[in-house]
């Protein structure tokens, strides 16, 4: 009996024939840059995958953009608020451009080799969003949205009597005692206070310097009680200079240990409890910058 | 029975943390203590953005009841001991960390020889 040869699957032969077809266009880059998705099955711009259209690729900063927000925030000193408010872009992402501009920068100086390359090529096939100085730009990305909070992720059946106003302030209180109001807790509440001026007739230029001065001192206050926290912790602790190390010593008191010994703050390894650091689920990188 | 100031190990493998206890002597190393009264974390850590080369260690420590437990009688390991001494709690043990020589003789004194014994 003779060998037998193997015959290609029907679906290898379909890839192969895509691959010669439509497939061909995909082959190369677009001469004039910018992504190349699959335009197959109806999925519209932007959609890199044709069987999950759910999934858009959005904009990031080109280099000029990036550049643009480290030199407003390092070189004009303009606050992190008013450079998010004023391009549209998150008061987090603001902040990680100017840190990564300055890691850098930092590596420049030092004569540190970029993978400058890498980079042009991960730009090239992504969209992306670049500002022109001095001019209303259109906004990246929703600045003002509002963290989830567990406490109003129950479902609430609270009645009110008509007659009386009902306001956000209510709302929060309604859900947590202690919980601020959806107006407080956005990125920017100071956005809001500038479309109330608005709205009480207040010129476009006057509302825009109140909102950057109220920005400045927000980000004036931060930094005070930053400060404040740090000299605290530096009062708190002896520090003992070995030759070898310097040893910290921070006072606790290890007597707010509740009534059965297991408080969630006590100092040291708990007792009879597991020690949840490697649970499946949690966070285990750091979460902040320190 | 004794009461001692010691350290527990907790931590991981190659990850030792201590708790710095009091406990009676002769119990096990991690058995439940009488009190915690601090940790000690043994690695040492660069502070952030430091590319000095200086390590330092953390140890938190009620210093309240560490005065008081010593005031009752208990006595701490030679390790906490050392920790103690360099926050003033404990007189340091080890003073003169110089390895020891002996004193000179007087020069009238001769020294004795191997080969005028009997």
């Known amino acids: 009996m003779p060998p037998r040869i193997p015959t290609k699957s029907s679906a290898s032969s379909a890839s192969a024939l895509w691959t010669r077809t439509i497939g061909a266009n995909y082959r190369q880059p677009k001469p004039e840059g910018g992504p190349n998705y699959l335009q197959a099955f109806g999925a519209g711009p932007n959609k890199p995958f044709p069987l999950n259209p759910q999934f858009r690729s959005e904009r990031v900063l080109d280099e000029q953009a990036r550049e643009l927000i480290w030199e407003k ?13 004023e391009l549209g872009v998150d008061l987090t992402r603001v902040a990680a451009v100017v840190r990564l501009k300055e890691v850098e920068k930092d590596w420049i100086s030092k004569g540190k080799k970029l993978a400058t390359p890498y980079s042009k090529a991960v730009l090239g096939m992504l969209p992306t969003k670049s500002f022109r100085p001095g001019v209303q730009n259109q906004p990246l990305e929703p600045i003002n949205e509002l ?24 709302a929060a209180k309604a859900f947590h005692a202690k919980m601020l109001s959806a107006d407080k807790r ?41 400060q404040r926290k740090a000299m605290a912790e530096e009062q708190a602790t002896k520090k003992v200079n070995t030759p070898r190390f310097e040893f910290r010593f921070k006072e606790v008191d290890s007597e707010l240990v509740g009534k059965d010994g297991r408080a969630p703050n006590v100092v040291g390894w708990k007792y009879g409890m597991p020690h949840y650091d490697r649970k499946k689920g949690l966070v285990k990188i750091p979460t902040s910058v320190p | 029975m004794t009461i001692k100031i010691r350290l527990a190990r907790f931590g991981r493998r190659n990850a030792p943390f201590y708790n710095i206890v009091v406990a009676h002597a002769r119990t096990a190393r991690n058995s439940k203590p009488l009190e915690v009264i601090g940790t000690y974390d043994p690695i040492p850590k660069a502070d952030p953005y430091d590319d000095s080369g200086r390590l330092h260690k953390d140890i938190k420590l009620d210093t309240l009841r560490a005065k008081y437990w010593i005031g009752v009688g208990a006595q701490p390991t030679d390790t906490m001991w050392r920790l103690l001494s360099m926050v003033g709690i404990m007189e340091p043990k080890y003073r003169n960390q110089q390895p020891r020589t002996a004193p000179q003789l007087p020069a009238d004194i001769k020294k004795p020889e191997a080969s005028s014994s009997a």
């Open chain 1, 186 to 226: 956005v990125p920017h509440p100071e956005l809001i206070q500038m479309e109330k001026d608005l709205l009480k007739g207040m010129s476009p230029d006057e509302a825009r310097a109140r909102f950057i001065k109220a920005a400045e001192q927000s980000e004036r206050k931060a930094a005070e009680k930053q």
């Open chain 1, 147 to 170: 963290h989830i909070h567990t406490a109003t992720q129950k479902q609430l059946f609270w009645p009110t009597a008509e007659s009386r106003q009902f306001t956000r302030e209510d």
């Open chain 1, 73 to 85: 925030v390092m070189r004009r000193g303009e606050t992190l608020k008013a450079v998010s408010a």
